[in-house]
C-alpha cells in the first residue's frame, strides 16, 4: 500500500502526432495523479550547455541498452524532437502505468494498451514508463534534475 512514482514520457513520435493529450488522459482516467509535467526539448543553438541535460536524460535513462545494437538509433530517435516529461504518483502506478502502456513491441502490446492502440514499431512506440518502483525513484529524480538545469540554463541565457 505504498504510494510510488513512475516516470512516463512521451517520446518524440507521440508529441509530434499529437497524442500528448491522449497518452495523459489515460493515466488521468485511471486515476493516478500527476505531479510533475515539462515539455523538453534542446534548443539548437544551446546544444552545448544542454548537452548535460541531454545526457542525463538519454544516455543515463537508457545505460542499460548501451550494449545493445539498437542503442545509437533509440538515441538518435528520442533527441529528434521535444518530450513530455510526466511523474505519476500513487498506489502501485509502476505495474499499472506499465499495463496502460503494454508491450515493447506495439504489434504485440494487447489492444486497449497505449502501444496497442497508437503504435506500431518498436522504435516508434510513442511512451516510456519506468520498469520498478526503484527505477521510478531513480528516472523521477533524475527529471527532477533535469528541470532545475534547464531552467538555470534558460536564466542563463536570457
Ligand atoms: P520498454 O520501453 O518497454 O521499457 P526497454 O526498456 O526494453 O522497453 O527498451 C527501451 C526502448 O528501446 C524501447 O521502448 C524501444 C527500444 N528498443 C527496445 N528493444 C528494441 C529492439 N529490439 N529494437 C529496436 N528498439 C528497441
Ligand atoms: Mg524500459
Redesign the pocket.
Known amino acids: 500500500e505504498q504510494v510510488e512514482q513512475t516516470y512516463i514520457m512521451v517520446k518524440p513520435d507521440g508529441v509530434q502526432r499529437g497524442l500528448v493529450g491522449e497518452i495523459i488522459s489515460r493515466f488521468e482516467r485511471k486515476g493516478f495523479k500527476l505531479t510533475g509535467l515539462k515539455l523538453f526539448q534542446c534548443p539548437k543553438e544551446l546544444a552545448e550547455v544542454c548537452k548535460f541535460a541531454v545526457g542525463l536524460m538519454c544516455h543515463e535513462h ?1 545505460k ?2 548501451k550494449a ?1 545494437s ?1 542503442y545509437p ?2 538515441i538518435d530517435y528520442i533527441t529528434s524532437g521535444p518530450v513530455v516529461c510526466m511523474v505519476w504518483e500513487g498506489v502501485g502506478v509502476v505495474a499499472s502505468a506499465r499495463k496502460l ?1 503494454g ?2 513491441n506495439p504489434l504485440q502490446a494487447d489492444p486497449g494498451t497505449i502501444r496497442g492502440d497508437l503504435a506500431v514499431q ?2 516508434r ?1 510513442v511512451v ?2 519506468s ?1 520498478s518502483p526503484e527505477n521510478g525513484k531513480r528516472e523521477t529524480g533524475r527529471f527532477l534534475l533535469l528541470v532545475f538545469k534547464h531552467i538555470i540554463t534558460e536564466m542563463i541565457s536570457s
Open positions: 537508457y542499460d541498452l545493445k539498437f538509433t533509440l502502456i508491450s515493447t518498436t522504435g512506440n516510456h514508463g520498469d
